[in-house]
């Protein structure tokens, strides 16, 4: 989880165990959604046969920083010489140029107290906006007081999905990479 139960309390300023079943509720479910939009699981883990696109021989990983990168084989399961270019983007080169996509297997992503703060308010505000939005209302008047929720296309929460659109796994920067290498 990218923020606890706890941290979400304290957040919303409820002190109280009664509403926890429904805030675990809610917490689960954006976690899984922010891991879903960003493609990515942010923490400390081990992976296996995650399926990786490589493009003339480099592909990356989603779970970085990588600490160990344990095997890397075809759909088929045989193995492939490969290295570890760098830890911090999870980029992977292989011995040979090719554009398939390639099983890896390793142990990346962050440790619980290096998940960001910005990622974490990103998870905490759109918590708050589900807690308080339970009936699905998008606006309302009373008397001289109005609001209406601001909500992309997606149903991302404004203000959380520009946070969230900095850790989206988007690798379009490898094709102007290499696009000139091949001509």
């Given at each position: 989880?990218?923020?606890?139960?706890?941290?979400?309390?304290?957040?919303?300023?409820?002190?109280?165990t009664?509403?926890?079943?429904?805030?675990?509720?809610?917490?689960?479910?954006?976690?899984?959604?922010?891991?879903?939009?960003?493609?990515?699981?942010?923490?400390?883990?081990?992976?296996?046969?995650?399926?990786?696109?490589?493009?003339?021989?480099?592909?990356?990983?989603?779970?970085?920083?990588?600490?160990?990168?344990?095997?890397?084989?075809?759909?088929?399961?045989?193995?492939?010489?490969?290295?570890?270019?760098?830890?911090?983007?999870?980029?992977?080169?292989?011995?040979?140029?090719?554009?398939n996509?390639?099983?890896?297997?390793?142990?990346?992503?962050?440790?619980?107290?290096?998940?960001?703060?910005?990622?974490k308010?990103?998870?905490?505000?759109?918590?708050?906006?589900?807690?308080?939005?339970?009936?699905?209302?998008?606006?309302?008047?009373?008397?001289s007081?109005?609001?209406?929720?601001?909500?992309?296309k997606?149903?991302i929460?404004t203000?959380?999905?520009?946070?969230?659109?900095?850790?989206?796994?988007?690798?379009?920067?490898?094709?102007?990479?290499?696009?000139?290498?091949?001509?």
């Open positions: 989880m990218l923020v606890t139960l706890d941290n979400l309390k304290e957040f919303l300023e409820i002190n109280t009664s509403f926890d079943t429904k805030l675990n509720h809610i917490l689960n479910g954006i976690d899984k959604r922010v891991k879903q939009y960003c493609g990515k699981n942010f923490e400390q883990d081990t992976y296996t046969d995650e399926i990786v696109k490589f493009s003339f021989g480099n592909g990356f990983v989603n779970n970085t920083p990588v600490e160990s990168v344990s095997k890397v084989t075809d759909l088929d399961g045989n193995s492939v010489y490969f290295n570890l270019i760098d830890n911090e983007t999870g980029e992977i080169e292989l011995y040979f140029l090719t554009n996509r390639f099983k890896v297997s390793y142990t990346g992503g962050l440790l619980a107290e290096d998940i960001p703060e910005d990622l308010l990103a998870v905490l505000k759109w918590c708050e906006y589900e807690y308080n939005n339970q009936t699905g209302i998008q606006s309302f008047s009373l008397d007081v109005s609001t209406k929720a601001e909500l992309t997606s149903g929460p203000t959380v999905e520009r946070i969230l659109d900095g850790y989206r796994n988007i690798r379009l920067w490898l094709y102007e990479k290499y696009k000139n290498s091949y001509k």
